[in-house]
């Protein structure tokens, strides 16, 4: 790429001047694409090959820049190294939903698509969207790649008990071998979980509080502790909406559509409504709140989301609070 080619359109680069620095990364698998924003013009793309050799260039490069915040989209993973050598160093670091980029990126205009443009469409979107910088230590990093891998294997056993059901007597005996290590796997990544949770202090403190209500077990409190890092410091409807728990309203002129949870963070989500249908037998405050709905005439699965979000709201009391659960004390407030 030569260094005076644009890459987006002139009616992207309309905006208030800032005083800031944004960078945007596109990540690829070869090489990772910069561009930055700030109160200077858009300046040309830089490329740096996505290995660590690359990735510590790069850090070495943006550190005395200071920049506000650098946004790089979720990949499948692609994008993980690099995030963490980001994050170890200091710098606000934002891994976007890629289709709410796309969708941005829409709406200014930019419809065509290479990693030069990509880039600076990402240091666009934070500079207007301004997204939360999530945090992630090293710690928070190991437990949340630990939690993935167990959902990993849990599905991969799923997939084989279903075709166990089916197969016939050939491959029973290879599919009974498959599920036998698919389980030891799941008790030693079960057991690495709880390791990781107990070297680190507020993690052990914090799991303990979550472990006290009723419905949450130590893998729910594992996935809560490493993919909602926010829970205990947004309040309920921001949180619920994060999760992906708040139901939106679909209204337009004389239409009424019915409102529906979209979005939001997937695991955390179905980790809630599984403690949630838990809860429903065993915590007296879900299961008043699951039986008064149900009795409306609601769904089962519209009573489940309802107790789902109510569980998270009283997490997020409890860990505001610092007490466990205590069903006879009122609840602290949390402001809505």
């Known amino acids: 790429m030569s260094p005076g080619q644009p890459v987006m359109r002139e009616s992207v680069m309309r905006e208030p001047v800032m005083r800031e620095l944004v960078v945007g990364i596109d990540v690829a698998a070869a090489e990772v694409v910069v561009a930055l924003r700030g109160a200077a013009a858009l300046a040309p793309p830089t490329a740096w090959s996505n290995d660590a050799a690359g990735h510590a260039g790069l850090v070495a490069w943006l550190v005395p820049q200071q920049p506000c915040l650098v946004v790089l989209e979720a990949t499948g993973g692609l994008e993980a190294p690099l995030v963490a050598v980001l994050q170890d160093a200091a710098l606000p670091t934002v891994v976007a939903n890629p289709r709410q980029v796309r969708d941005f990126a829409r709406g200014v205009g930019q419809l065509a698509k290479t990693d030069p443009i990509d880039a600076a469409v990402l240091a666009l979107f934070g500079a207007v969207a301004r997204p939360a910088v999530r945090p992630r230590p090293a710690a928070a990093r190991a437990l949340a790649a630990l939690v993935a891998r167990r959902r990993q294997v849990r599905d991969l056993r799923t997939a084989e ?176």
């Open 161 to 336: 008990t279903n075709r166990h059901k089916l197969a016939p007597a050939s491959v029973v005996g290879s599919i009974d071998r498959v599920i036998a290590v698919l389980e030891d796997e799941l008790a030693d990544l079960e057991r690495r979980i709880a390791e990781q949770l107990a070297r680190d202090p507020v993690f052990t403190a914090k799991a303990t509080l979550l472990r006290s209500v009723p419905g949450i077990g130590p893998i729910v409190a594992a996935t809560l502790l490493a993919e909602l890092p926010e829970l205990g410091a947004l309040d309920p409807k921001p949180i619920a909406a994060l999760v992906g728990l708040a139901p939106f309203t679909q209204r337009s002129g004389t239409f009424r559509g019915r409102a529906r949870i979209q979005g939001g963070r997937a695991p955390v989500r179905v980790a809630l409504v599984q403690a949630a249908l838990t809860a429903t037998t065993w915590n007296p405050a879900i299961k008043v709140v699951y039986d008064r709905l149900r009795a409306a005439g609601k769904p089962h699965k519209v009573a489940l989301v309802a107790c789902a979000r109510k569980l998270l709201t009283i997490l997020t009391a409890i860990l505001r609070s610092g007490a466990p659960w205590c069903p006879t004390t009122p609840r602290p407030a949390v402001s809505a």
